[in-house]
């Protein structure tokens, strides 16, 4: 229950390219289980539903080790986090890896209050296939630094947290993407990273659970979790470019990311994502 | 408190058409008690506000049995259950029966976990004026299929839940409304049938809950079962309509839909309905 | 724990115009600690992003008390209460109490039953900076009424419960917003009115909450408590008269709103108010 995710050795199939990765998503319609946070739960069903994926929010102890195996993909997000919640959320991953489906870790303001980090901790060694977060949280939960960060906010830049993300892959086992005005995607051996996206996301809430999500959505597509990370965080910068173009502040910004969501040309994917290695 | 809440002989009594139906509810401005799920908690208030009724979301065990019988209706909406909620929603519909005050079920994604199913069923039993769900949930609920069903979509046409439905109604007591591309609605006798919508509310989380949450404004505006479920399916159907006229995908469709709630034609709504008997 | 949170003698002080505050809000971008309900989380984390603060929505007991201490203001917000709920709410205001940290107490639907009217008394007496509500809740704290109103809406104007306002500001010590067609803030002494905002606004759920939440901006910027409330309800009514100039129905209002809150142009916030004294 405590060991990471036994992963098909991915390093050595071809990437699958953003684009590829948005048709084989919009094909598949995956089922994806969310246990996330009050603030978001419309937000992200709603994004996840407009990229093409089947949303269900189900949080219950008394149901999540019953639903998590017939999903495609989990995703944990801990921004309102409680002990029934998280107690909940110990259940699913269990039951989601001893069922071989995937999960994605998103630790919500990691490093705000001692109660917060240990909880993100306690499921980042549970085998996450991707661990999701902005530089400050992913920086605390590798150890690299106990900041505590304004609430949700990144308080560092994602260039800063790059070596906390390789440290933390390396000892999690799990793909980590870090988002912020560029994003970065690591399993420690390969990297990338994603351009896109406006810096009025920023004003809005829930932008980087919509993140986590869209991982979780293409991780139940079947793609190997690297890729699955790069192509939502490609998709979800695809989008944000293009809802940003027309939106007249954050209002019309979330409106629009939604509508540009459901209308993603998957070529616009392709061009956002520089690839590398460690 | 097991059993069906006594309804007026309403088949006896003239039919109320849907455009009747919604100028009594905005005059009436009814008080809708709504126990929901997380997911769709604004936006349910939002569409209630939008078309004139008064929404209160409260769900606490220490307040749901004083307030139930103030309400004009109450809706049991079981998307993120979980016990404390299901114990509230058992003394809410309780008290709501013994004051008279009717009250709809949403049994969201019945079928998806052995708990959800038997707390939808364990609802079903106590007496609910109007019961809400898609094909699957209703095929579920009447024991006609043990059916899974991804997530809280429709997996099974509203068409195949017709027979459902009826047996349902039969063993209830209650009117079943079917949502789905033609909606249905029964109370075993009567049926009607309501077109209207657009396929890009699928896209959207909640549409269904939205239904339910209408078919309490409705009922809380004094309508008979039948006719107020007939009349809030309506009243949605040509909003959506109208919304997905100028919607660029889902995100502006659920801005418009709010608009157009508000700003429904009562005349709109009559010729979508077609009545028919079983 | 229970008294009154001590607040430096702003009356002596020169108040601070709305256009100022706001320009105070966004060069200091305050962390809001938001308790709040269900409905409204994703609605007020929005407006408090779109004006220019930080929110963090942290509710668990095991929490509260250490994250309370690190904001520059607390939002407390009873809407969707229960046990649990108001157990963190009561150890949050301790906390910041102790850290003089400012609060902000939204008794949502005080008087629709026994619990709820309870809860907000008993929080009342914990020392908020700043007490926001409408005209029923505000009568129904003060004791000079123990009328129920319909779940969240304004059943009395607010002029009628300016002395009640009153009242509850010199048994509380706290300043006392009742919001309306015209909002009103005293603090016993002092009296501002402000104008501004559409009657549409009463057809989006969280108008209210939003109002708290920009309150509690304010007082996270470092404003005293009359001017914070002051401000915060120009900049609302600001906000919400541009934002009806172009809506099409609630929906269009919402969405306009966030955006027009990131727009807005501190000038815009002095006209609206007129001060006065008791």
Redesign the interface.
């Known amino acids: 229950m405590t060991e990471p995710h036994r992963l098909a050795p991915e390093t050595d199939a071809a990437p699958v390219p953003p684009s590829a990765a948005l048709a084989r998503l919009r094909a598949t319609?995956p089922?994806v289980h969310n246990i996330t946070?009050?603030?978001?739960?419309?937000?992200t069903?709603?994004a996840l539903?407009?990229i093409g994926a089947?949303?269900?929010?189900?949080?219950?102890?008394?149901?999540v080790e019953?639903?998590a195996p017939?999903a495609g993909a989990l995703v944990v997000n801990i921004?309102?986090?409680?002990?029934?919640w998280l107690a909940a959320m110990k259940l699913a991953v269990a039951a989601a890896g001893q069922a071989g489906v995937p999960w994605v870790l998103d630790p919500v303001?990691a490093g705000?209050?001692?109660?917060?980090t240990d909880a993100a901790a306690a499921l980042a060694r549970r085998g996450p296939a991707v661990i999701r977060g902005n530089a400050s949280e992913i920086l605390v939960l590798a150890g690299a630094t106990a900041a505590?960060g304004?609430?949700?906010?990144a308080a560092h830049d994602a260039a800063e947290a790059a070596e906390a993300a390789d440290a933390l892959a390396a000892e999690t086992g799990a793909v980590v993407a870090v988002t912020g005005a560029i994003d970065r995607v690591t399993d420690g051996r390969r990297r990338a990273r994603i351009a896109g996206g406006d810096s009025l996301m920023?004003?809005?809430?829930?932008m980087g659970c919509t993140a986590s999500a869209l991982v979780g959505a293409m991780l139940g597509a079947g793609l190997p979790p690297f890729d699955a990370a790069t192509a939502a965080l490609a998709a979800l910068g695809a989008a944000g470019e293009a809802a940003a173009r027309t939106?007249?502040?954050?209002?019309?910004l979330?409106?629009?990311?939604?509508?540009?969501?459901?209308?993603l040309d998957p070529a616009a994917l392709d061009r956002l994502v520089e690839a590398g290695s460690a």
């Open positions: 319609g089922l946070n009050h603030v978001v739960m419309q937000t069903a709603n539903l407009a089947s949303p269900a929010m189900i949080h219950s102890a008394d149901e019953a639903f017939i921004g309102t986090l409680d002990s029934a303001a705000a209050t001692p109660y917060r505590g304004k609430g949700v906010d920023g004003r809005i809430t829930g939106a007249a502040g954050p209002g019309s979330a409106v629009g990311l939604l509508d540009a969501l459901a209308a």
